[in-house]
């Protein structure tokens, strides 16, 4: 899966052309390449997610995230400080993020740790992750792998939809 992070670009493969902006994502099917991409007289930024995943996939996309973002009532309750409307939730799929600019705090289940540009954090079914504080504005991109489960998609709370099925993590 080739996701836009920034600009845009044309991707050309053996079933024609397509421009995608940021955010866009193509899945790019080994039967239909080889696959180009160009953005012209443009610069863009293109990430792309190689593995093996079914066909019910969960999101893919950019987040933007600042260190003034104001902070709702959402999302499962948390016992560490928060200072960003992001919400703590879990997904019946795995998710990976990659960290594009900026640097914050990563909460995934009791783990805390700081992540900055370059970051990539994995992320498994079932576990409750957060981004609760950012120092300096964050872009990232995240990518959802084959729903499990339950197959739900999008921000799951225990407080809505139940307790999480959880993949034990490896270490």
Same mark, same amino acid.
């Given at each position: 899966?080739?996701?836009?992070?920034?600009?845009s670009?044309?991707?050309?493969?053996?079933?024609?052309?397509?421009?995608?902006?940021?955010?866009?994502?193509l899945?790019?099917?080994?039967?239909?390449?080889p &696959?180009?991409?160009?953005?012209?007289?443009?610069?863009?930024?293109?990430?792309?997610?190689?593995?093996?995943?079914?066909?019910e996939?969960?999101?893919?996309?950019?987040?933007?995230?600042?260190?003034?973002?104001?902070?709702?009532?959402?999302?499962?309750?948390?016992?560490?400080?928060?200072?960003?409307? &992001?919400?703590?939730?879990?997904?019946?799929?795995?998710?990976?993020?990659?960290?594009?600019?900026?640097?914050?705090?990563?909460?995934?289940?009791?783990?805390?740790?700081?992540?900055?540009?370059?970051?990539?954090?994995?992320?498994?079914?079932?576990?409750?992750?957060?981004?609760?504080?950012?120092?300096?504005?964050?872009?990232?991109?995240?990518?959802?792998?084959?729903?499990?489960?339950?197959?739900? &998609?999008?921000?799951?709370?225990?407080?809505?939809?139940?307790?999480?099925?959880?993949?034990?993590?490896?270490?």
């Amino acid at each position: 899966r080739l996701l836009v992070t920034s600009g845009s670009c044309r991707v050309r493969s053996a079933k024609g052309a397509q421009v995608l902006s940021e955010g866009q994502f193509l899945d790019m099917n080994g039967a239909n390449g080889p &696959f180009t991409a160009d953005a012209g007289e443009e610069a863009a930024q293109v990430l792309v997610f190689y593995g093996r995943w079914g066909n019910e996939l969960g999101g893919c996309g950019v987040f933007k995230l600042g260190p003034d973002t104001p902070v709702p009532v959402r999302g499962d309750p948390v016992i560490y400080p928060k200072s960003t409307n &992001f919400d703590s939730h879990y997904h019946d799929c795995d998710e990976y993020w990659v960290i594009i600019e900026g640097a914050g705090t990563v909460v995934v289940g009791s783990r805390s740790f700081e992540v900055e540009v370059g970051d990539c954090v994995a992320i498994g079914m079932g576990h409750h992750h957060d981004l609760p504080e950012v120092w300096s504005d964050v872009k990232g991109a995240y990518f959802e792998t084959t729903l499990e489960g339950r197959k739900r &998609f999008g921000h799951l709370w225990e407080h809505t939809h139940g307790p999480a099925d959880l993949r034990p993590e490896r270490v």
